[in-house]
């Protein structure tokens, strides 16, 4: 009888609440999808160990995010249940009547929870299914490869989180719903909704004050995030900010519906125009409980946007430079030594302290470099010769040095040019450069790296000088530093800056990050070296012989030839737990790291893929949770109102001004926690525009344009198809009381 009972209970909800219903299976397919990613795998052609371990990262990542978007959804799912057991009121005040216990009107919402959690869980399983099979070929686009094998996958780890995740949240919403039944008095079931939702009347001057401060606490707040610049997350001024958006964003609710109320009602030619009385009054019924549904759906609002729009920037930033980043097949790179000497050492020998400190710090190292004269190429290719030839074509070792005694501030102030030149948009760079010693290269080894990349070698009188800057945000002060025709005193050499700007990257790396270094003559170099200056660090940059096989075999044999050179067993300055996998001790000399344009570039791909994601899968999930609340909310509301528009009817108005006056009130639920949250977003994808895409040179419009299109397509639905139900649910009601 009572699991009858409550499958015509589902099958009605079914019909009255198909949104909330279509919410949890969207739900489940979304949680489904994204946490199938990793075992979608089998799909790709990998060529590599390291795309497999990207795979397996980014599905790493997303499980961790996960159990914060479990934490939204289970939110979702209790508040949204919180407004369906207060539509049924008087059907439970019913059954209570007719004789049911309150133990058995529990169990009827117990059985009832349970069915709708199995329908979601199975049909939302089966569209995840379809959606991730959607995914896979997103997944072959952002890593660069071919679905060549297409199959269908079904995930067991996907589904067995999914299910436990949501036969979790579904056992709380149980419970929860069990409380509240057995909670209700009976005279307040029968009279549930025979009056509005209200509290005490608030003084609209305390509203108007309180609003006031709101909106200091926030403009505090937008002032500390520009202050800051979301560079360092744990920034005190940070933490400030969010706090003064969160406490401003509740103060602003709380305060909006009292003050503005009272301000209405005072407007005599707007209060008494057709049902602006009624709409006002509605919204106010709920004024109580509306301003904190609408603060935590602008918060919920703010994060979705800023993530989305953050994340597809990122994007751009890490992976936009990839092949710029890495151009060569290979490259070794030695720290040398890697501390500062101290002030009294660079004061007695400023040229050749960092030698000295190596030689007394690091013996067994410097004997080793001086003893091959710094050549990394040399020494490797003597600890396996015959796989050196089967595997390196030829290379290109560029040695950094610095100038101790000649900063880049001293530079322009030896020049009588305020240092930046022009109004410059990198003044973090320049920040950060102005007290650096002046880095330089010889010619020598800036025309071999050209060579190694199949380019023309330059020329140099020996009175002039280059600059080489790949680094997009450095662009601006490179060129200043051109523009402004510098001369540049090294040891006696009064050296003439000539342009254009050169921006050959010297080295691999995940982007283009060669930055603001001194092309010079090798006489310059040399003058430097006889009075003991040692290299800053060094790079052997290599080509791989073209014998058929694969840039991963490649670069396992480099690996392979270091480890020769410096096994394991070797000691010395190892990088710790970091390097415990590596095939060879990371030292000082003749080899710190190793990075490859296959391993750069399958990196890259799968950033790619872990931001894009988790972009969406955040995004996406934080938006269909604030639309499902405020639409399970209105559609509560509507129903609850149709006595009233019963009512309105028989006063005389007609259904167009009942169904504006739903539209108006759908419209200011949905769009005042959006536009606080816009303005919210603004700010903070305003500030990152600052402080990291503007120096990065990755236009803001992209991403913007892409959070809108979200924000419009799943926000958008929602409030449409919010007005369409609640729309219908008035107009029902009107054709009922025709009928009678």
Not at 233 to 244: C, M, Q, S
Not at 301 to 307: E, G, M, N, V
Request: aromatic letters at 10%.
């Amino acid at each position: 009888m009572l699991l009858k009972l409550a499958l015509r209970n589902v099958r009605r909800s079914v019909k009255d609440y198909a949104i909330y219903f279509l919410t949890l299976i969207f739900a489940v397919a979304v949680f489904y999808s994204f946490n199938s990613i990793g075992e979608q795998q089998v799909l790709f052609d990998l060529e590599s160990e390291a795309s497999a371990r990207q795979f397996s990262i980014t599905q790493g990542v997303l499980n961790l995010f996960s159990w914060l978007i479990t934490f939204v959804l289970a939110f979702l799912v209790i508040y949204a249940n919180r407004f369906l057991i207060r539509r049924r009121k008087r059907e439970f005040g019913t059954y209570l009547v007719l004789g049911m216990t309150p133990r058995s009107v529990s169990l009827i919402v117990l059985l009832e929870t349970a069915l709708v959690g199995v329908v979601a869980l199975l049909v939302g399983l089966v569209v995840g299914l379809l959606l991730s099979q959607g995914l896979s070929f997103l997944t072959a686009y952002l890593f660069g490869t071919t679905l060549q094998h297409y199959q269908f996958v079904l995930a067991p780890q996907g589904v067995l989180m999914t299910v436990a995740c949501f036969i979790g949240i579904f056992a709380v919403v149980a419970i929860f719903n069990t409380i509240s039944v057995n909670y209700f008095k009976l005279i307040d079931l029968l009279h549930a909704g025979d009056r509005n939702e209200r509290g005490g009347v608030r003084n609209p001057w305390v509203c108007l004050a309180v609003f006031i401060l709101s909106i200091l606490v926030l403009w505090r707040a937008y002032s500390l995030l520009i202050e800051c610049g979301m560079i360092m997350l744990d920034d005190p001024r940070f933490i400030k900010a969010t706090v003064a958006m969160l406490v401003g964003t509740l103060g602003f609710f709380w305060s909006l519906a009292g003050f503005v109320i009272a301000v209405i009602t005072r407007l005599r030619g707007v209060y008494f125009r057709g049902l602006t009385m009624f709409t006002v009054r509605q919204i106010a019924s709920r004024v109580n409980t509306a301003f904190l549904s609408l603060w935590a759906v602008c918060v919920l609002l703010f994060f979705s946007i800023t993530t989305f729009s953050i994340g597809m920037g990122l994007v751009q930033i890490f992976t936009e430079q990839q092949e710029e980043g890495a151009p060569y097949d290979a490259t070794l790179i030695a720290q040398v030594w890697r501390d500062d000497p101290s002030a009294e050492e660079l004061a007695a020998n400023p040229y050749g302290a960092r030698a000295q400190e190596m030689q007394n710090e690091a013996p067994e190292r410097w004997a080793d470099a001086a003893g091959w004269q710094w050549d990394m190429a040399a020494k490797l290719a003597a600890g396996a010769p015959e796989l050196w030839a089967q595997t390196v074509a030829a290379s290109a070792q560029v040695n950094f040095y610095e100038v101790p005694t000649l900063t880049y501030g001293e530079l322009y102030e030896r020049n009588g040019v305020p240092f930046g030149g022009k109004e410059s948009t990198d003044a973090m760079v320049e920040e950060a450069s102005k007290d650096a010693n002046l880095a330089v290269m010889s010619l020598h080894d800036f025309n071999a790296a050209r060579a190694l990349l199949g380019l023309d070698p330059v020329e140099l009188a020996d009175n002039q000088c280059l600059l080489d800057n790949s680094i997009t945000m450095a662009e601006d002060l490179a060129q200043s530093m051109v523009e402004a025709k510098l001369t540049v005193p090294i040891e006696g050499y009064e050296l003439q800056l000539e342009g254009p700007v050169e921006t050959l990257q010297m080295e691999d790396s995940s982007m283009k990050s060669t930055a603001i270094i001194f092309v010079v003559p090798d006489g310059v170099v040399e003058s430097l070296k006889a009075q003991g200056v040692i290299p800053r660090y060094s790079v052997l940059n290599i080509t791989y012989v073209d014998n058929g096989q694969s840039a991963e075999a490649h670069d396992k044999a480099l690996a392979e030839i270091v480890a020769a050179s410096q096994p394991l067993s070797l000691g010395g300055f190892e990088k710790g737990s970091a390097g415990a996998d590596d095939p060879y001790a990371s030292l000082l000399w003749p080899v710190s790291s190793l990075l490859s344009q296959h391993e750069l570039l399958v990196q890259a791909s799968g950033l790619r893929l872990m931001i894009t994601y988790l972009a969406l899968y955040i995004g996406f999930v934080l938006l269909i949770a604030t639309a499902a609340i405020l639409a399970i909310q209105q559609l509560s509301e509507a129903a609850d109102s149709a006595p009233r528009y019963r009512t309105l009817e028989c006063l005389g108005c007609s259904a167009p001004m009942i169904s504006r006056s739903v539209l108006v009130q759908v419209l200011i639920y949905f769009l005042l926690p959006l536009g606080l949250a816009l303005c919210h977003s603004a700010c903070a994808i305003g500030v990152m525009a600052d402080s990291l895409f503007r120096l990065m040179m990755v236009p803001v419009a992209g991403p913007i344009g892409l959070a809108a299109l979200l924000v419009l397509v799943v926000y958008g639905g929602y409030l449409v198809a919010t007005y369409a139900a609640a729309r219908s649910v008035a107009l029902s009601a009107l054709k009922e009381q025709r009928a009678s």
